[in-house]
């Protein structure tokens, strides 16, 4: 079935005469999955019934930024989130150039990419490096960020997804360090006193990062708080040389479950306050696989809901009118697709203002037969 503006009209025209584009059905149904994909994308896993305020983000419906408001799931707030950070998004603005998203003086088509760590999006071509296809990474963490986490970059050597920018050599484009215990590091990772350091082989670090994972976006394992591997993953990869650049790293799905978490490397993750990066059911990807799942849990057919809610007599009528439109229409469509003519809004309009008229001569008929 297809759509389009009656004949003769000009295209590109102002007014009643301009031309609609035509729509098949199947175009129609397409657009349709793709707003619901995008609705899961946004809402993913939230809960209308349960309120965020006990989450690492707070709501603030119900404190002291909304007066004569109170939140009716949870009454008992604070006055101010004083855990909420609020960035620039929160103004409508974005990336390093701090620019509204869509912006109309930016003329460059590029893609918005967000930081998992930050939570600002950045342009493309404002992260340091081309990006890699959208397909080929899952996460990304902006430059600012790298600067703040800089363990990530000893990661990045063995996990991270290479950006489509190469460079000529190492030198080039970073700064090849080889670690030997810096005065920075011992901050950021203090060894338990008492606790002694136990040598591996190397082939079992290897395997460590190279062994494929098991985890999957619908399925989250339980957060890990103590390592049961006396030996600091961190430590072994910063022992090897490794690159430090000014760009943001692009992360494949299951980087997380490779992460260590030792006691030290938990307590460097605190006081960063990035601990979620251990939790793979923080990812977007998780996010919008419990949407799903929680949308095709509760999914329920209108019609069936509907009658549900009537009586008997009410569910035969129902049915029955159901049942006639759905002859009517069918039979009215197929003139169209014999003849090979294009289904137009006026012949949608005209349909249903017949099928109203018959269905009000029938009524008055019954009306007149019972009295």
């Known amino acids: 079935?297809?759509?389009?503006?009656?004949?003769?009209?000009?295209?590109?025209?102002?007014?009643s005469g301009a031309e609609e584009p035509v729509v098949s059905l199947a175009e129609v149904l397409a657009e349709n999955e793709e707003l619901e994909k995008e609705a899961r994308a946004v809402l993913g896993g939230s809960d209308h019934e349960r309120c965020s305020?006990?989450?690492?983000?707070?709501?603030d419906?119900?404190?002291?930024?909304?007066?004569?408001?109170q939140c009716k799931l949870l009454p008992e707030k604070g006055k101010v989130n004083s855990g909420n950070k609020y960035n620039d998004n929160f103004y409508g603005l974005y990336c390093t150039c701090k620019r509204p998203y869509p912006d109309p003086e930016d003329e460059i088509p590029d893609e918005m990419i967000q930081c998992i760590v930050c939570e600002d999006w950045f342009h493309g071509r404002h992260l340091g490096a081309v990006p890699p296809e959208s397909g080929d990474f899952h996460e990304m963490v902006c430059q600012a960020c790298m600067k703040r986490c800089h363990f990530l970059w000893a990661y990045a050597s063995q996990l991270a997804v290479p950006p489509l920018t190469k460079a000529s050599s190492l030198e080039d484009e970073g700064i090849v360090l080889k670690v030997e215990e810096s005065e920075e590091q011992k901050k950021e990772i203090k060894k338990e006193s008492g606790v002694e350091r136990c040598d591996t082989k190397e082939e079992k670090q290897s395997e460590q990062f190279n062994e494929p994972s098991t985890s999957s976006g619908s399925a989250c394992p339980e957060v890990v708080t103590k390592s049961e591997e006396p030996v600091c993953k961190l430590k072994e990869l910063q022992s090897k040389p490794?690159?430090?650049?000014d760009t943001a790293t692009f992360w494949p799905s299951n980087w997380r479950s490779k992460l260590c978490t030792c006691e030290d490397c938990l307590k460097m993750y605190s006081e960063l306050e990035v601990q979620f990066l251990t939790d793979e059911c923080d990812t977007v990807l998780a996010y919008e696989n419990k949407g799903t799942s929680d949308q095709e849990t509760e999914r329920r057919d209108p019609l069936m809901d509907t009658l549900n809610s009537m009586n008997r007599v009410q569910q035969v009528e129902l049915i029955c009118e159901y049942n006639d439109l759905k002859t009517e229409l069918t039979d009215y469509l197929r003139r169209f697709a014999d003849e090979g003519t294009v289904v137009k809004r006026e012949d949608i309009q005209h349909f249903f203002e017949e099928f109203q008229s018959r269905k009000r001569r029938r009524t008055?008929?019954?009306q007149y037969y019972c009295s």
Not at 1 to 15: F, I, R, T
Not at 53 to 59: I, L, P, V
Not at 61 to 69: A, D, R, V
Request: with cysteine; hydrophobic share 30%; net charge positive.
């Open 1 to 15: 079935m297809e759509a389009a503006a009656p004949e003769g009209a000009e295209p590109g025209s102002g007014g």
């Open 53 to 59: 305020y006990s989450r690492n983000f707070r709501c």
């Open 61 to 69: 419906c119900g404190n002291s930024k909304f007066k004569n408001l």
């Open 242 to 245: 490794f690159v430090k650049k």
């Open 364 to 366: 008055n008929r019954m």
